[in-house]
């Protein structure tokens, strides 16, 4: 009985940190929310990576060879940038914290990668439950950048699966997407400074 408690008191703290690991590559286990799964958790920092190989979890055959990226269905009213030049889709949700720091990351490495002339689009796709809930966030948060949202949360599982990913990978998860529609790199977790060296190989800028 002694046993059955500690179980479960284990099993209550990790739901409440909100990142559970789990055993699979990529594999933060489901947050659930009684039945519903609202999105994976959050996953921890990896380290910086030294080469595209490291970077990327899914690392995609050369142009022209690639499979085609195929977005989820989104929020009502909403269109991501169709292809015709290079697309960084970048998963992320209000609660979760790795997604947040790396925001800034992001949004400075598009505005100097551009400013070099290195021409992206910087795609954010949110996870949560409402347009509410980012909306909320945005207004306390006002240099957060504009952003998508998945019309249904439960069917990330299988577009994270469909990209290459287990379904149960973490987010933040940053998809890279040639001029072609060809999607050359998946990663599962957080960048940092470090990763931007790779970033550049991966979009032609070095």
């Known amino acids: 009985m002694r046993a059955a408690r500690v179980t479960t008191m284990a099993a209550a703290l990790a739901a409440l ?10 594999g933060e286990k489901a947050v659930e929310s009684g039945e519903r799964v609202n999105a994976v958790a959050a996953g921890r920092e990896k ?4 080469s ?3 970077f990327c979890d899914v690392h995609a ?19 991501a940038p169709q292809k015709g030049s290079w697309r960084w889709v970048n998963l992320w949700a209000t609660w979760c914290k790795p997604c947040i720091e790396e925001m800034p990351h992001l949004a400075r490495w598009h505005k100097d990668l551009a400013a070099e002339g290195v021409s992206f689009d ?18 306390r948060h006002p240099n957060t ?3 998508l949202r998945l019309a249904d949360p439960d069917s990330l ?12 990978a973490p987010i933040p998860v940053h998809v890279f997407v040639d001029p072609d529609d060809g999607v050359r790199c998946v990663r599962a977790g957080a960048v940092k400074e470090g990763d931007l060296a790779a970033v550049r190989v991966i979009l032609g800028a070095s």
């Open 52 to 54: 595209v190989k490291e």
């Open 157 to 168: 599982p299988k577009w994270l699966a469909a990209i290459g990913l287990g379904e149960s």
């Open 47 to 50: 380290p910086a990576s030294v």
């Open 61 to 79: 055959p050369p142009p022209g060879a690639a499979p085609s990226l195929q977005m989820p269905a989104l929020a009502g009213g909403q269109a």
């Open 17 to 26: 940190a909100g990142c559970e690991r789990g055993g699979d590559k990529g």
């Open 122 to 139: 910087l795609v954010f796709l949110s996870v949560d439950d409402s347009d509410e809930l980012v909306t909320r966030f945005r207004e």
């Open 145 to 147: 950048p504009p952003s």
